[in-house]
């Protein structure tokens, strides 16, 4: 979902990017497909639309993905293998390198610059310092056309517009496309010299390299997918058949038999296919798999349509004037838009989505585009006012290397000093948290009605140590990972963490349910110790307890990765095996700070699965989740934490004693978490959350006693040994 450069190549002249405008003459024979072909009328327009459906979907869209990136990028698949193809076969196997990386230096580079410089004044400005280094990794990353491999390790993923969303992750796909253009040229040379040696026909071999890299792609695509659906969605091997499949067409020019009404109405329903992707097809979901055709297809057919020169045709349409200038902008438009976004929504109080505030941003983004446009990107785009082919790429490898180098050492830097303060920081807090002290820090049980005002206290613990203040179960790592890969559906159980074990238990309890249900764990280290309860974890991260496959509706179910589904199944036969007296789990699930909450039927079968077993369930109500990541959040209001306090969602739990088996039994502590109103980011001087859905460890340890009167109706059978 990001953007990719704007590489214009105009074909209809004999002296182009890569030559220089030096003819050579001394190559074969030029097949006729490989003849230098005229301009496509409306493929510039057609650009333009796509950015603006990327641009329209991240302002308006509620986190759709729109399929416009897609085709942005599969337009340059299209221009660059026709181009290249040429050019190889023209001058017989020779390739002007140096004239090559000079135009992509100048059509590329210039407009970055700003927005990169935008994004890390802004570290400074809204940012806490904590996300500081993860900006310059990321900007050393674009700039080094590494992005999506930056999102990948970092296991980021791409996510919707918020708060806490990276200013640079729209890069990810002008990423995908700077690899592309380095690896191009080596596949059609290789596909071109090859068949010189072989005595065949160049524009076929050339044809097949192609054919094989987006098979090649396509089934990668497919198997990544089914691993790791983020790694895909960014991975450049899962995105090539998307710039390949359209170059096939550079290499033929059979379509233009066809009768021009057919080629007209397969230019409209190209265009349709486009269009409507988004509001079709969730392509952050399904993409780049099979579905992630749909776009593509709609560019095919466009491209297949060729230039009609029809009245109202789409070629005709899409070369107005109108649709040429939001051509000329879209790749300002596109690098602009997003970062502005993020800016907007950490500096004002407004939710993504919000009419004002996209809409605010879209004409921001509009003008300075243009500006962008006309002011760096078109003079930027002369070759006079460069140097020589060989000093305007050393220029650019200049530009890109020496700043990334500096971002990466800085990052390193910063990194250490954090790494080394908080070492002091948990060597002067002994690394315990909340260990009693209810007078200065009574954190949740400052919400307990009658409870007398909060004294003035420093927190517990500074923002940067809070998030990482995670449960005993986090350090053992012993939780199985949320990746969905075969190997992690084994189910792992967490022991007694060191110096917490209870000799001779007189109950066994097994905590389970995802992450949501796991980091209630430090309440219920705090009643095992004081009633000699053996407490045991049981975690898949992002994986509930549950037996949905896909048979409920998305209305009340979120669907499981595969090794999740796989997990659920081996996990009721470990629970039958270990038969504790209680397995606590969660019993609706929360998504944004002001969605709707669910009651899962897959819970509601897991349990009734737990009946069969003659297993007791205590089932704890989700809690609600914040805006912002807080420990970042309470570090930019130091002076006023409660400007990070999300608003509560009104209303009681959609689970009821009537929807669940007679072995489960309901708690709800989210009173113990939010007030009527709000859910505080800071409750009784204890900062409340680790990052923006999971409770800090030192707050949930302050839950113990509300967790305790709630047990003690919930679980009698516990405190009867």
Known sequence: MSTVGPVSVPTGTRGDLVTGGRHRVDGPPVPAALEPQPRRQGLHGLRGVAVALVVAFHLFGAGRVSGGIDVFVAISGFLFTGMIARRVVRDGGRFDLPAYL????????????????????????????????????????????????????????????????????????????????????????????????????????????VVAVALASFAFAVHLRSLDPQAAYLHTGARLWQLALPGLLALTVAHRRIPVPVRVAMGWAGVALIVSCGFVLDGAALFPGPWAMWPVAGLVLFLLADDTGA????????????????????????????????????????????????????????????????????????????????????????????????????????????????????????????????????????????????????????????????????????????????????????????????????????VTGGSHGAMWEPAWRVLAQEHRWRVL?????????????????????????????????????????????????????????????????????????????????????????????????VEEHMEEPAACDTPRVPGPSPMTEAMVPGNVRLIDLVDRVCTARVCPAVVGNIIAYSDHSHLSASFSATLATALDAELRRAAPQLYGR
Request: overall charge negative.
């Open 102 to 209: 000079a135009r992509l230096v100048r059509r590329l580079l210039p407009p970055i610059l700003p927005v990169l410089a935008f994004v890390l004044v802004g570290t400074f400005t809204w940012m806490a310092s904590s996300a500081r280094v993860a900006t310059w990794r990321e900007t050393a990353a674009v700039l080094l056309y590494r992005e999506n491999f930056e999102l990948i390790d970092s296991q980021l993923g791409y996510d919707a517009a918020g708060v806490q969303t990276s200013p640079l992750q729209h890069f990810w796909s002008l990423s995908v496309q700077g690899q592309f253009y380095l690896l191009w040229p080596v596949v059609i040379l290789a596909g071109y010299w090859l068949a010189r040696w072989r005595g065949w026909d160049a524009r076929r071999v050339v044809a097949l390299a």
């Open 537 to 633: 974890v049981m975690v898949k991260a992002g994986c509930q307890l549950t037996t949905n496959v896909g048979q409920h509706p998305e209305q009340t179910d979120v669907l499981p990765s595969a090794s999740c589904q796989e997990w659920n199944r081996r996990a009721l036969a470990e629970l039958d095996r270990i038969d504790p007296d209680v397995v606590f789990t969660i019993a609706t699930t929360t998504a944004g700070a002001q969605e709707t909450e669910k009651a899962s039927r897959g819970f509601v079968e897991a349990w009734e699965a737990l009946d069969e077993l003659g297993l007791d369930v205590v089932a704890v109500r989700d809690i609600h989740r914040m805006a912002e990541h807080v420990p970042d959040c």
């Open 311 to 510: 009245r109202g045709s789409a070629d005709v349409v899409l070369s107005s004037r109108p649709a040429h200038r939001l051509g000329d902008i879209s790749y300002a438009l596109y690098l602009w838009h997003w970062p502005l976004l993020i800016a907007a929504l950490r500096l004002t109080d407004r939710p993504a989505g919000d009419l004002a505030l996209s809409t605010a941003v879209l004409v921001t983004s509009v003008a300075l585009a243009w500006l962008t446009w006309r002011w760096v990107e078109r003079p930027a785009g002369d070759a006079r006012r460069w140097p020589a082919p060989r000093g305007t790429t050393l220029a650019g490898v200049a530009a890109l290397v020496v700043p990334a180098v500096l971002l990466t050492g800085a990052a390193a830097l910063q990194e250490s000093r954090h790494d080394q303060r908080l070492e002091s920081l948990q060597v002067a807090l002994s690394g315990t948290g909340w260990d009693g002290r209810v007078d200065s820090h009574p954190g949740a049980l400052a919400l307990t009605p009658g409870w007398g005002p909060v004294p003035d206290a420093p927190l517990l613990l500074p923002p940067e140590l809070a998030a990482q203040d995670k449960p005993p179960h986090d350090a053992q790592g012993c939780w199985q990972s949320a990746k969905d890969r075969p190997e992690n559906a084994e189910v792992l159980v967490c022991p007694e963490p060191p110096g917490m074990e209870v000799e001779d238990p007189g109950a066994t309890v097994v």
